[in-house]
Nanobody, 125 residues
Framework: QVQLEESGGESVQAGGSLRLSCAAS?????????LAWFRQAPGKEREFVAA????????NYAASLKGRFIISRDNARNTVYLQMNSLKPEDTAVYYC?????????????????WGQGTQVTVSS
């Protein structure tokens, strides 16, 4: 069984940056898992943020976030990161990491097998 634990969420001012981390235990990701970040704001559905493939590190981003957010992974540390820059109040949400067995990433929540508990990011104006 894989456990995912996010960290790094906090309250920041608009324009600031944060780096979220998600550490996995119970299994080594390696190239066999695609990893992703989703977020969920109060009263809204969980939405795709970014994903990274297992083998070649190919990435995909929500169109509205591309250029501000960067996803990366360190297979040796079994950790995935989300660097968030130029944060806006509308980025306020609980951020979740997810893992999917398989080479390719997906933007759909139901394609992911494992989820973390989430970390709160609050951006004030």
């Amino acid at each position: 069984q894989v456990q995912l634990e996010e960290s790094g969420g906090e309250s920041v001012q608009a324009g600031g940056s944060l780096r979220l981390s998600c550490a996995a235990s119970g299994r080594t990701f390696g190239s066999g898992y695609a990893l992703a970040w989703f977020r969920q704001a109060p009263g809204k559905e969980r939405e795709f943020v970014a994903a990274i493939r297992g083998g070649d590190g190919n990435t995909n981003y929500a169109a509205s976030l591309k250029g501000r957010f960067i996803i990366s992974r360190d297979n040796a540390r079994n950790t995935v990161y989300l660097q968030m820059n130029s944060l806006k109040p509308e980025d306020t949400a609980v951020y979740y990491c997810a893992a999917r067995l398989g080479f390719t990433w997906s933007m759909m929540t139901y394609h992911y097998d494992y989820w973390g508990q989430g970390t709160q990011v609050t951006v004030s104006s």
